[in-house]
């Protein structure tokens, strides 16, 4: 079990949101115990992360820009494949209390996962464009996203709790989910087909496709896109290839359609990763000198 340090200090006034950008330990630990709402956005590569709360239990890939909800008082468990970084929001209960009386709405939260908001990712950038800036916006601009988020937070759980319930769907085992993705990586510089993947799961095209999203966490198309850009990202890193090479390598069909697909999933240019490779290498260098 890794311990996790806790995130925040301790203040005599508690804001009504504040951020810090934290690392997240690879391994198993429970979240600290905290009395504010804490939003997770991962920040930078894919990572593999598996998460319990209660009887709720998740897997999947967590990629740039995506959310977990950790409400106040609560602890959930997790276990990551590799060392992460997260953008952690604290958002302090009384606003959400406020707020949900003003807009006629529920107070609570219920944990989440892997939930993609534009809105709450431009709030996130915001708020981590302040505390690198110093806070040239003061604490009323911190103010009026705090509200803006717990009003967003609100309306995306009103609309999750509307949707019909359905009947729990049945995932793809362990064993053949880990041999497809280990097909994909073996073949990422092809052009995969489905009914190729789903041959390898010996599925039909139809079963595959759903089976696999409730397996992984996302559509299989999805899921070779984010292998796709991580065969790119370590290769970019490495700097010894050309971006015609590397997209190629990483089944892309030319070096634009590779820096989209980086730029979408990463939120980085291939240039960025390639100068975050050349420092990595430099420091590595220094310390063996």
Request: proline share 7%; aromatic share 4%; hydrophobic share 45%.
């Amino acid at each position: 079990m890794t311990t996790r340090p806790l995130c925040y200090p301790v203040r005599d006034e508690v804001p009504l949101l504040d951020v810090l950008t934290s690392p997240v330990p690879n391994g198993r630990f429970d979240s600290p115990v905290d009395g504010r709402h804490v939003l997770c956005l991962h920040l930078g590569a894919p990572v593999q992360v598996s998460y319990r709360a209660g009887r709720y239990e998740r897997q999947g890939t967590r990629l740039h820009g995506q959310f977990c909800v950790v409400p106040a008082g609560s602890s959930t468990r997790w276990t990551l494949t590799a060392p992460a970084t997260s953008l952690l929001l604290r958002l302090n209960p009384s606003l959400m209390q406020d707020m949900a009386e003003h807009m006629h709405l529920v107070p609570e939260l219920a944990p989440a996962i892997h939930i993609r908001d534009p809105q709450i990712e431009r709030i996130g950038w915001m708020m981590q464009a302040e505390e690198q800036d110093g806070h040239p916006g003061g604490r009323i601009f911190a103010d009026s996203l705090a509200s803006a988020l717990a009003a967003r937070l609100l309306v995306l759980q009103t609309l999750a709790s509307c949707r019909p319930t359905a009947a729990p769907a049945r995932a793809l085992p362990a064993w053949q989910l880990r041999a497809v993705q280990d097909y994909i990586e073996a073949n990422l510089d092809q052009d995969l087909r489905l009914a190729e993947l789903a041959a390898v799961a010996g599925l039909s095209v139809s079963h595959f496709k759903e089976l696999f999203r409730q397996a992984a966490g996302m559509p299989v198309h999805r899921f070779v896109l984010v292998r796709r850009v991580e065969r790119a990202r370590q290769l970019l890193q490495e700097g010894k290839k050309t971006n015609t090479e590397i997209a190629l390598e990483a089944g892309f069909a030319h070096p634009s359609h590779m820096a989209r697909s980086v730029r979408h999933v990463l939120g980085l240019t291939p240039a960025q990763l390639r100068a975050d490779g050349l420092r990595k290498i430099k420091s590595v260098a220094l310390v063996s000198e």
